[in-house]
C-alpha cells in the first residue's frame, strides 16, 4: 500500500508540476501583455491633443440665435413699448418691453455659456461665472431702471434732456425727490451698463482668444456667415451709442486688434467664428465713426453729451427730432 502511493504520487509528481509551470507562464505571458495599456492611454491622449488643436467650426447656429434675440429683445423692446396699447399695459405694470428685457437676461447668459462651451481653448472657469453672474446683475438693475424711465416718456419726460432739465422732473416738490430720479438714472445709464457691459465684452473677448487655427486655409467665413455680419455689427452699433460704453468697446477691439497681430508672429491665423466677431466690431467702429460725423454740430445734443468724447444716443435723437415732430 505504502508502495502504490508513492508510486502514484511519483507519477502524479510531474502532471503537477507540468501545470504549475503552465500557470506560471501563463501569468508571466499576462504580465508581458500589461504594459500594452499605456499604448492604448497614449493613443487616446494623443487624438484628444488632436481634437483640443483642430479649428473649432463656424457656429452658424450660435450666431443666427444670438443675434436675432439681440435685435429682438433688446433693441426691440422700446419699440414694442410705444408699439402695444397702453391699456395692455398699465404705467403701474410692467410693460411688454420689461418681458422682453426678462427674457433678455435668461437667453443671453445661455448662449454666452453655450458659446464659451464650444471655444477650441480651455478659458478660466472662475473668471467665466464671475463674469456671468455680474452680467446678470447689472442687466437686471438696469431692467428697472430703463423701466421707469422709458414709462416716464409717456408723461412728457425727454430723452435728448438731462434729468434736471425735464420740465416734469424740476418742478418736483420737495425738491429732494429730484435726486432721487437722478438716482435712479445713475442706476440705469452708469452701474445697470457698466455691470452688464464690462463682462459681456469681457466674456467675448476671451472666446476670441481662442479663436486661432495655423492653417490659413481655414481662416475664412463660409458663406452663410456673411449676411449676419452687418445686422451683428448693426447691432453692436446701437450697443454702443445707446449704452454710452464707446470707451468699453473701443478698448475690446484694439485688445483684440493687438491679439490678432501678436498671434500673426507666430503664425496664427482668426478661424471663421473670430473673423465673424472681428468684421462685425470692425463694422460697429465705422458706424459710430459715420453716426458722430453727422451729429456733430447738433447744438442740442451736444449740450448733453459734453466732453471730448461725443457719442449721441439714437433714442435722445429720437425724442429731439422725430417724436417732437409728431
Known sequence: MVEIS???ESELAPETSGFTDFRTLGYSHLLKRRPEKPVDQAKHSSVKADEVA???PFHLDLWFYFTLQNWLL???RPIAMLVFPLEWFPLNKPSVGDYFHMAYNIITPFLLLKLIERSPRTLPRSMIYVSIITFIMGASIHLVGDSVNHRLIFSGYQNHLSVRENPIIKNLKP???IDSFELLYYYD???GHSMWYI???LILFMYFSGCFTPTKAESSMPGPALPLVVPSGLYYWYLVTEGQIFI???FTFFAMLALVLHQKRKRLF????GLFLFSSFALTLLLVALWVAWLWNDPVLRKKYPGVIYVPEPWAFYTLHVSSRH
Open 175 to 177: 425738491e429732494t425727490l
Open 189 to 191: 445709464e452708469y452701474l
Open 248 to 250: 468699453l468697446f473701443i
Open 54 to 56: 483642430s479649428t473649432a
Open 6 to 8: 508513492r508510486v502514484e
Open 199 to 201: 463682462p459681456f465684452f
Open 270 to 273: 482668426l478661424d471663421s467664428n
Open 74 to 76: 433688446d433693441f426691440g
